[in-house]
């Protein structure tokens, strides 16, 4: 049998946008449009799919892709004066070359390197110069990283909020629960942002939820029940965490979503937005997040969450 290949291929997406696909030996799969620099496929080594998007996202500029992974870069949500989750996710990206060498060995890997340096134009929106440099990379295994490092090019310090607003695909939000953020502080969105304490319990879902959860354990787990599925996360860099189910009244008053679909959705984001970061002439910020989807049976049929966050 012919050796299976990792493999990155540059290709059209919906309406003709440029996506790039990563593809692994045992079969997962990744995909990543230049608009957005925005994830917008993630499949397992059986060909299924882990990430949300809408059945009404419309792929078309200047709007941001309603699912997947955007990037809310320089601002995340409405914690400034930009637009909602600043410019990065409504730009078209390029494919870099020659990025600056990882520490770590990639040779293993499908991945891409994406970049974003502002126009002219940009700067009278943002006036700072800058390169943002994001790298895709797919594992063996199929766990997907995304790594963002973000240079201060200009000769004046800037201060960013930042978010990789991930949008995990669940069987149904009413059989999901999020272990990893209990007892911690949070600022509610639905609440004039003010700041309260989670409970004990581990999260589960019985209205909207938009919360920003501060400085987590670098590690959270998204267990599915029915479809037998946990989602682990982890972050490096970006010590908040934000999550976000619009519920149904906001959902019929999205219109690149459908009334239902929050039923099979939920946005785990790991994020720096409590204490904004800022980058003095030259300094570099690195900010990483890496999900695998384990199946239940991993833990021999039962979901174990202990072990899903020690191990
Ligand atoms: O509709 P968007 O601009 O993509 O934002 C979608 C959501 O993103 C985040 O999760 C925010 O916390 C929410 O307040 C916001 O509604």
């Known amino acids: 049998m012919a050796e299976q290949r990792a493999s990155v291929e540059l290709c059209k997406g919906v309406n003709g946008l440029d996506k790039v696909v990563l593809k692994e030996v045992r079969g997962s799969s990744a995909e990543v449009y230049l608009y957005g620099a925005q994830v917008m496929s993630w499949k397992n080594d059986h060909g299924e799919e882990l990430l949300f998007v809408s059945s009404k996202a419309i792929f078309k500029?200047?709007?941001?892709?309603?699912?997947?992974?955007?990037?809310?870069?320089?601002?995340?949500?409405?914690?400034?004066?930009?637009?909602?989750?600043?410019?990065?996710?409504?730009?078209?990206?390029?494919i870099d070359t020659d990025p600056p060498p990882f520490p770590t060995n990639s040779s293993n890997k499908a991945f891409v390197d994406l970049i974003l340096k502002p126009t002219d134009d940009d700067y009278k929106i943002w006036p700072h110069w800058f390169e943002f440099r994001l790298r895709v990379a797919l594992g063996p295994g199929g766990d997907l990283m995304l790594t963002s490092r973000i240079r201060n090019t200009d000769s004046k310090p800037f201060t960013f909020t930042f978010a990789y607003h991930t949008y995990f695909s669940v069987s149904d939000i009413s059989e999901v629960r999020i272990e990893g953020l209990e007892t911690l502080d949070y600022f509610d969105s639905l609440r004039d942002k003010e700041r309260f304490t989670e409970q004990g319990d581990a999260i589960t879902f019985e209205s909207e939820v938009d919360k920003i959860y501060i400085s987590t354990p670098t590690k959270i787990a998204v267990l599915d029940h029915e479809k037998k599925r946990t989602f682990v996360f982890r972050k490096d860099g970006l010590p908040d965490a934000v999550v976000w189910n619009p519920w149904d009244r906001k959902a019929k008053a999205m219109p690149d979503f459908g009334d239902d679909e929050y039923k099979h959705m939920l946005c785990v984001e790991?994020?720096?937005?409590?204490?904004?970061?800022?980058?003095k002439p030259r300094e570099e910020w690195k900010g990483r997040q890496e999900l695998s989807a384990v199946p239940s049976s991993y833990c021999s049929g039962q979901l174990d969450p202990q072990r899903v966050l020690l191990g």
Do not use: D, M, Y
């Not at 500029?61 to 410019?87: N, T, V």
């Open 61 to 94: 500029p200047p709007k941001a892709i309603r699912g997947g992974i955007p990037i809310c870069f320089p601002q995340f949500g409405s914690h400034g004066s930009l637009e909602q989750h600043g410019f990065a996710r409504n730009k078209v990206w390029s």
């Open 270 to 279: 790991a994020a720096a937005v409590e204490k904004p970061i800022t980058l």
